[in-house]
């Protein structure tokens, strides 16, 4: 990756420009272009001022993210069949499928000159090209060009893009907020998405709330084609309580129904909101675009803070070498962020594939990208001493495998690394036992084993979405995904700062699950003093659990020993105990499990 940095590019290299002159589906309902329509796309390429040589290369590439079929050449009647011509007389066209998505057009008999067209056709086969299954605006069809034969090449300036919509509604959402004090006026969320979670859908019908005492709320809301499948409905939290809401979507083709997480009414609550501060937009190697990442992130999964953060040196394009890419993803979060209502924050995948992936948000406007790439921030102490004195926080994630797991060799800075990411769709790395082990785990590399030799960190979720569905990841991912819990009382970046740095925070696999853990009233993500002569032996442990569903058992997590409870599905559990009093260096935290496979984990509370 670093010697291809490095490689000279001649000047005729991604020469020329490309578009798409048709689209023709193939398979699939009349209107635009949908997710899993098979079509036919017409794509034309023009030659540069400076032409290609003989032994030069068109490269055509589908997205290599997320099942669409490879352009191939060898068998006319199957799907992604492409063909490549040329009215260029005397010029011969050697399509090559080199593997993975990409074809290469070899250039032959004699250069193709400035002016001069290939017609590229994908999907030119009856059954066509199969598109993938996650909508977006801008997806692209990549065109590279080796002009001088040399083997290197490099994107035209424009590859062709086109919008995907979604395909007919098949999910809806629910959300509230989940801390409320009686009197409080409140949103309802109501998100009506596609059957694999994608927005957009044409939608006109009707929502039926059911009607809960001690809550003013519209019992019914119309939806129109303009509301895009998302409204949101105000209400009033009248008594206190927990209350969990039952939606019911009329005029799909299917009824589909929604259950809200868990709203608890209580005066003096401390705050809960709901974050996701890592994922992907087509920037990198993801779908969608970053301004839609956070329009999904507000108006569909109904989060209240989100990060996008693209890959500093991996996936399509390449962020550390685009600083017109960086200004884009700057725009979008400074338009989205609007502090109270939904705070956005800038950030990027620091992807280093020797020590593992960090994501680096900052609580400011700006900010920097230090690429992994770079070997002046190659390893994570680098990144930290870049960092230093910034409005900034790093996040090691998949940490125990995945794709990558962490080199944990370099102790987390205390300052910039207060928390770490235990699960996302890569699945979890808190600890080899957890429901939904991360693929590819790494024992002895999970974060309760760091946990042991003494590293502190408080604990978070994130979606780590590739699909454009930040906080509703689980969606279309087999379950797995993730979500950070605050408490914070304001909702801006000083504040989430404040509150991420104090570790209150704690993870879920997508639940929006409310728990409460204390010791002594020290609460979770806090410092206790340790045990010394003289101190009482014993100790006030406080939980609290109200579940998005019912709750099966309850993990208690002391410093590496687990005692489990089953809590026999009930919604809401309680209970004070007594516990030996912690010694130094000890740790202690919880790990819920749902009947439904929702996972919460508490931020660990310390004896240090
Ligand atoms: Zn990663
Ligand atoms: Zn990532």
Do not use: C
């Amino acid at each position: 990756m670093k010697l291809d940095q490095r490689l000279e590019r001649h000047p005729s290299d991604g020469g020329g420009r490309a578009w798409i002159e048709r689209i023709l589906k193939v398979v699939g309902k009349p209107g635009p272009l949908r997710v899993l329509d098979h079509a036919r796309f017409e794509v034309i390429y023009e030659a540069g001022p400076l032409g290609i040589d003989v032994g030069g290369e068109v490269y055509f590439q589908v997205s290599p993210f997320w099942s669409w079929d490879l352009p191939q050449d060898r068998n006319p009647r199957a799907r992604g069949y492409t063909t490549a011509s040329t009215s260029a007389e005397g010029v011969v066209l050697e399509p090559v499928w080199v593997g993975n998505e990409i074809l290469a057009i070899g250039i032959a008999g004699r250069r193709l000159e400035a002016g001069e067209r290939i017609e590229i056709v994908y999907g030119a086969g009856p059954m066509g090209a199969r598109i993938d299954r996650f909508s977006e605006r801008e997806e692209h069809l990549f065109l590279s060009v080796d002009g001088n034969a040399d083997g290197i090449r490099q994107f035209v300036a424009e590859s062709p893009r086109f919008d995907i919509a979604a395909g007919p509604p098949g999910f809806a959402n629910a959300v509230v907020p989940t801390t409320l004090e009686p009197g409080d006026p409140f949103e309802m969320l109501i998100a009506v998405l596609d059957y694999d979670g994608n927005a957009g859908v044409d939608f006109e019908g009707t929502a039926e709330i059911q009607v809960l005492e001690g809550i003013e709320l519209p019992s019914r809301v119309d939806f129109t084609a303009s509301d895009a499948g998302s409204k949101r409905i105000e209400g009033i939290a009248r008594e206190p309580g927990v209350y969990r809401f039952q939606v019911e979507v009329h005029g799909a083709e299917k009824e589909l129904t929604a259950r809200s997480n868990p709203m608890v009414v209580e005066a003096g609550i401390q705050p809960i909101r709901w974050g996701d501060v890592h994922g992907h937009s087509n920037l990198s190697d993801g779908t969608g675009t970053p301004e839609d990442y956070f329009t999904y992130a507000k108006d569909y999964a109904g989060l209240d803070f989100a990060a996008l953060t693209d890959h500093d040196h991996w996936g399509m394009q390449f962020l550390d070498g685009s600083p017109e890419l960086w200004k884009r993803i700057k725009a979008a979060v400074a338009a989205t962020n609007r502090p109270g209502i939904f705070t956005t924050l800038l950030g990027y995948e620091w992807t280093s594939w020797l020590h593992g992936h960090r994501h680096v948000l900052y609580f400011e406007a700006d900010g920097e990208i230090y690429s992994s790439a770079d070997d002046r921030y190659e390893n994570p102490r680098q990144l930290w001493d870049a960092l230093e004195g910034q409005a900034a926080m790093t996040f090691a994630h998949h940490s125990a495998g995945g794709p990558v797991s962490t080199n944990w060799a370099y102790p987390p800075d205390p300052v910039l690394e207060p928390l770490t990411e235990i699960v996302s769709v890569h699945g979890v790395s808190e600890a080899y036992d957890a429901p939904g082990v991360i693929h590819n785990p790494m024992r002895g590399n999970f974060v309760r084993d760091v946990l042991k030799v003494g590293y502190r960190f408080g604990f978070i979720g994130s979606g780590d979405s590739h699909d454009g569905h930040p906080g509703l990841a689980y969606v279309a991912n087999e379950g797995a995904a993730g979500l950070a819990a605050v408490f914070t009382d304001n909702l801006d970046r000083a504040s989430l700062q404040e509150a991420m740095r104090a570790r209150r925070t704690y993870a879920t696999n997508g639940a929006r699950t409310y728990i409460e853990v204390s010791i002594d009233g020290v609460p979770m993500g806090g410092t206790l003093p340790p045990w010394k002569e003289g101190d009482p032996e014993t100790q006030t442990l406080e939980i609290r659990i109200i579940g998005e569903g019912a709750i099966k058992t309850l993990d208690i997590i002391r410093s590496g020993a687990i005692s489990t409870s089953e809590l026999g599905n009930v919604l809401q559990w309680k209970a004070e105990r007594e516990i030996p009093r912690l010694r130094r260096g000890e740790f202690h935290y919880i790990r819920v499990l749902e009947q439904t496979g929702a996972t919460v984990w508490s931020s660990p509370i310390y004896a240090d």
